[in-house]
T-cell receptor, first 114, second 113 residues
Framework: DGGITQSPKYLFRKEGQNVTLSCEQNLNHDAMYWYRQDPGQGLRLIYYSQIVNDFQKGDIAEGYSVSREKKESFPLTVTSAQKNPTAFYLC?????????????FGDGTRLSIL | GQQLNQSPQSMFIQEGEDVSMNCTSSSIFNTWLWYKQEPGEGPVLLIALYKAGELTSNGRLTAQFGITRKDSFLNISASIPSDVGIYFCAGQPDMDSNYQLIWGAGTKLIIKP
């Protein structure tokens, strides 16, 4: 079955530590996105990528980094510079950036501070 | 940045009741999307609207793209327990960059026992 897989489902970060969230899709989608979700707020865009080896900052990119070395994979690193990393992180893929394109969501990774 | 005002924040309803929620924006949107999210999962697309005035149904769900292009509503008829969850609206602003969705803060639907 085609889909988008995020791992791990739960992740704990120590102070000063970088952690990486995995996102893999086998839908042959070009575009991938990372959103952050906080309680009582809408989703906010961290980074997005239209094509391999290219990515752009979203609204809240500070303290995060990404890579897109393969079409299927778009890992997100939460660096120690992100002072409030506790949130639910959602990875999304779509055929292209232009709407209307169905957006496929992963099941999310919940990141907490130890 | 741009924001969507989604209301109500939460709703307590009896099974069988109809539900209505809406999103408004201060600027024009090209596309309105309605999603449902259940705990620990990603949002699932319910209805997509692409034209002002468009009214679209998906089973017991009906959504409309407002004529002014600044609002949208979602109705759920005859609610059932599995309707529980958080409903989000998302819209694409009418601007050059066509990648970004702006999200509402969600409406949490709770069914009274």
């Amino acid at each position: 079955d085609g889909g988008i897989t995020q791992s791990p489902k739960y992740l704990f970060r120590k102070e000063g530590q970088n952690v990486t969230l995995s996102c893999e899709q086998n839908l042959n989608h070009d575009a991938m996105y990372w959103y952050r979700q906080d309680p009582g707020q809408g989703l906010r865009l961290i980074y997005y990528s239209q094509i391999v080896n290219d990515f752009q900052k979203g609204d809240i990119a500070e303290g995060y980094s990404v890579s897109r070395e393969k079409k299927e994979s778009f890992p997100l690193t939460v660096t120690s510079a992100q002072k409030n990393p506790t949130a639910f992180y959602l990875c999304v893929s779509s055929l292209g950036l232009s709407l209307p394109q169905p957006q496929h969501f992963g099941d999310g990774t919940r990141l907490s501070i130890l | 940045g741009q924001q969507l005002n989604q209301s109500p924040q939460s709703m307590f309803i009896q099974e069988g009741e109809d539900v209505s929620m809406n999103c408004t924006s201060s600027s024009i949107f090209n596309t309105w999307l309605w999603y449902k999210q259940e705990p620990g999962e990603g949002p699932v697309l319910l209805i997509a609207l692409y034209k002002a005035g468009e009214l679209t149904s998906n089973g017991r769900l009906t959504a409309q793209f407002g004529i002014t292009r600044k609002d949208s509503f979602l109705n759920i008829s005859a609610s059932i327990p599995s309707d529980v969850g958080i409903y989000f609206c998302a819209g694409q602003p009418d601007m050059d960059s066509n990648y970004q969705l702006i999200w509402g803060a969600g409406t949490k639907l709770i069914i009274k026992p």
